[in-house]
């Protein structure tokens, strides 16, 4: 059976850091993309940042310079630091991994972290 479980979220002032966690079990880590979503009230799930299983990354403009994605294969660990926090960055994030086999995408999400950034 396949976990996903973020952690590292909290209530952090405006210019502060985080760094969000992500542990997957039951799953072939080192073959799965990884990436982090977040989700604010009233608005769509975005795409913040994602690593594929080469360890190349994207980010959202948004996070751009102020997030940085990484993976520790051996600790079945995605991360996400968070650097100069901006009230804006207030969601729940999630984590999601995923990978694609013959036009199929397999998505195993987690349950989600809140990040609250305070002005």
């Known amino acids: 059976q396949v976990h996903v479980v973020e952690s590292g979220g909290g209530l952090v002032q405006v210019g502060g850091s985080l760094r969000l966690s992500c542990a997957a079990s039951?799953?072939?880590?080192?073959?799965?993309?990884m990436d982090w979503y977040r989700q604010a009230p009233g608005k769509q799930r975005e795409l913040v940042a994602g690593?594929?299983?080469?360890?190349?990354?994207n980010y959202a403009e948004s996070v751009k310079d102020r997030f940085t994605i990484s993976r520790d294969n051996a600790k079945y660990t995605v991360y996400l630091q968070m650097n100069s926090l901006k009230p804006e960055d207030t969601a729940v994030y999630y984590c999601n991994a995923h990978r694609s086999v013959s036009s199929r995408r397999y998505d195993y999400w987690g349950q989600g972290t809140q990040v609250t950034v305070s002005s």
């Open positions: 039951g799953i072939d880590f080192s073959i799965m993309n």
């Open positions: 690593i594929t299983s080469g360890g190349s990354s």
